[in-house]
C-alpha cells in the first residue's frame, strides 16, 4: 500500500471520486466528510499527506489547516487546498495562508494522482512563497 492520504470533502461526488482515483493509484485513504471529522481521524490515524477542500461547514479547509499547525508532531505533513475558486490571486492566498499545495476544481481525472505524487515528493514547501508570484 501507497502513502497514507487524509482526504477532506464536503461534496460527496468528489469526495467518491478522489477516493476512487487515489486508491486506484495505490494510496490508502481515509475520507472525511467535513473538517470535524477529518480532525478526529488525523489524531487516529496519522496521515503522510493532507488533501482539504476549503469551503466546508463546521470547519473549513483553513481552520483545519490552522489546527493541524498548532501541533508540532504534524509539523511535517504536507496540507493541500482543493477548491473551486481559481481566479487569479487565489493560488497566493492559499499558499500564503500556509497550505503547501493548491488544486483546483473540478479534479482532472488524468492528473490528479500525478499532482498528488508530485506534492508527495516534494513534502513541506520551504521557506515564504515569492512576493511576485
Do not use: C, H, W
Amino acid at each position: 500500500m501507497g502513502a497514507r492520504i487524509l482526504l477532506i470533502e464536503d461534496n460527496p461526488a468528489n469526495l467518491e471520486l478522489a477516493t476512487y482515483l487515489l486508491e486506484t493509484g495505490g494510496y490508502e485513504v481515509i475520507a472525511a466528510e467535513d473538517g470535524e471529522e477529518g480532525l478526529a481521524l488525523l489524531k487516529q490515524q496519522r496521515p503522510d499527506i493532507v488533501v482539504t477542500d476549503l469551503q466546508m461547514p463546521v470547519v473549513d479547509g483553513y481552520e483545519v489547516l490552522r489546527r493541524l499547525r498548532q501541533d508540532a508532531s504534524f509539523d511535517v505533513v504536507p496540507v493541500i487546498a482543493v477548491t473551486a475558486f481559481s481566479m487569479s490571486g487565489d493560488r497566493v492566498k492559499v499558499l500564503r495562508a500556509g497550505f503547501d499545495g493548491y488544486l483546483s476544481k473540478p479534479i482532472v481525472p488524468e492528473i490528479f494522482v500525478s499532482q498528488i505524487d508530485a506534492f508527495l515528493k516534494a513534502g513541506r514547501r520551504l521557506g515564504p512563497l515569492p512576493e511576485d508570484q
